[in-house]
């Protein structure tokens, strides 16, 4: 048998290729858009992908099974749950919707459905059995976002994306039911989760790339609560900030995604006056260059969005689907990366690219910001009462805060940017110092300018001046 892993870690989300060593045939479970990486390993290893799983309807990143299906994959999508959590548009399409206890077979491999709803109500988990030499003993489980390590998926999606009361409440006694039923299983059963660490579908997932049942079940926090009520208390106390992109990647993955190949190709930029006149006539230009670089030197008006791990969630938090796209990027290699991620989270208006020694390097119309150390801070603070400004996630900041901070987490700064009218001097601040230049960029580009960026955050802040609470 065949397991391969893979794993793109702006998304941290991992998918996994299936194949039978008799047959040459393979499946992918909870394939990402970008489908190479498993048409490439089938190539290699002589392969031919028969199929592909789909664990429920995702919404942190657009999915590749319509992709796999251009390349002759047979789909196996849940019936699963109400008519909220159907698929559309798939009359036309080779697919097999699948239910609880349904059995798919790729020679002498076995995938039987498990309806763990929790999640989402539609959400399946995949049980694998090698049946080879009479063997009918299950090898592991493939639970997408119901079971992570150390961690379950959250249950509020469904109540955000479709506005409906108590469907929170209601998917959260779901999971409750589901865990029951996945601790029926041996100890020994792997499991093999679609999100690591970093995921915004839990809130703190492990960096283990597998777990097995027995372990989840020592040391797992949903697994050791007993009662139902207060697991629903727990869970409910346990959400975080929903990302806002996650209703459209949602809707995407639902209603049918766009091919990559009816993507259409972006031009290049080369002179830095037309980047100012695509700012100036409202487009998005992301200067993907890290926080330190930015600040040294940029065009005004464009926002600042590090090519890291990160990536490609702030890049849904924060642009508007709607409006085109421009980037400002190191190499051409880079770019192709960058196309990768930003076409991951539904962004398929890019529009243009420009290398930064084109339009950067030489400009000398760039405007800077300056970082402040904690200690300038509060100078600045007793001096000219200056504006603390918290970028991170509440839950951050409910175990601690500069007493005189303000918070707007940075997902939702965008959108609340109107409420800020600044006379006084504005200190941007999160963790470390990264989110709060991604901020900073956000400030500048809607006029507001005597800011700085907090340099090394909060950990440095308590480091220098312990003045938390």
Not at 54 to 82: M, P
Not at 288 to 298: A, E, F, N, V
Not at 327 to 346: M, T
């Amino acid at each position: 048998m065949l397991l391969e892993y893979f794993y793109d870690e702006k998304l941290a989300h991992a998918s996994y290729l299936v194949g039978c060593q008799e047959t040459r045939k393979a499946i992918v479970i909870d394939p990402m858009r970008n489908i190479d990486p498993y048409i490439e390993s089938c190539k290699r290893r002589g392969y031919e992908i028969a199929g592909a799983f789909e664990t429920h309807i995702h919404a942190d990143f657009v999915s590749g099974i319509r992709e796999l299906h251009e390349h002759g994959a047979e789909l196996y999508l849940s019936d699963e749950g109400d008519i909220d959590c159907k698929y559309q548009n798939i009359n036309h399409l080779n697919v097999r919707l699948v239910q609880d206890k349904d059995m798919i077979y790729i020679g002498t491999l076995k995938f039987t459905v498990i309806h763990t709803p929790g999640h989402t109500p539609e959400s399946i988990s995949i049980l694998l059995t090698d049946i080879s030499d009479s063997n009918d003993i299950p090898i592991g489980i493939f639970t997408g976002d119901f079971v992570f390590v150390n961690d379950i998926g959250r249950s509020d999606i469904m109540e955000s994306i479709t506005g409906l009361s108590d469907y929170s409440e209601t998917c959260a006694r779901q999971m409750y039911s589901s865990l029951q039923k996945l601790k029926e299983l041996p100890d020994y059963l792997q499991i093999w989760p679609a999100h690591g660490a970093g995921s915004a579908c839990g809130r703190d997932l492990g960096d283990i790339p597998s777990t097995t049942v027995g372990y989840e079940k020592r040391l797992n926090w949903a697994f050791k609560i007993e009662e139902e009520k207060d697991f629903l208390f727990t869970l409910h106390e346990y959400n975080t900030e929903l990302p806002n992109y996650f209703t459209n990647i949602k809707l995407v993955n639902k209603v049918g995604q766009k091919l990559l190949k009816h993507v259409h190709c972006i031009r290049e930029y080369t002179a830095s006056h037309e980047i100012e006149e695509l700012v100036e006539s409202g487009a998005q230009v992301i200067d993907t260059r890290d926080t330190h670089c930015y600040s040294l030197g940029h065009i005004k008006g464009t926002i600042n969005v590090p090519f890291n791990r990160s990536f490609c969630n702030w890049i849904g938090w924060l642009i508007n689907y709607s409006r085109p796209v421009y980037v400002l990027v190191e190499d051409i290699k880079v770019l192709e990366s960058i196309k990768i991620a930003l076409y991951s989270v539904g962004v398929d208006n890019l529009k243009g690219y420009a290398l930064n020694r084109k339009v950067i390097y030489n400009n000398h119309k760039l405007i800077t910001y300056n970082s402040i150390t904690p200690k300038q801070a509060k100078k600045l603070i007793d001096t000219q009462d200056a504006y603390i400004l918290d970028v991170r996630s509440f839950s951050e900041r409910e175990k601690s805060h500069i007493i005189q901070s303000h918070h707007i987490m940075l997902g939702n700064l965008p959108s609340r940017i109107k409420e800020l009218e600044f006379n006084e001097p504005v200190i941007v601040q999160c963790a470390t110092g990264i989110r709060s230049g991604i901020a900073v960029s956000i400030l500048l580009a809607n006029g507001i300018e005597n800011v700085y960026n907090l340099s090394g955050g909060l950990s440095q802040w308590e480091k220098d001046l312990s003045n938390v609470t």
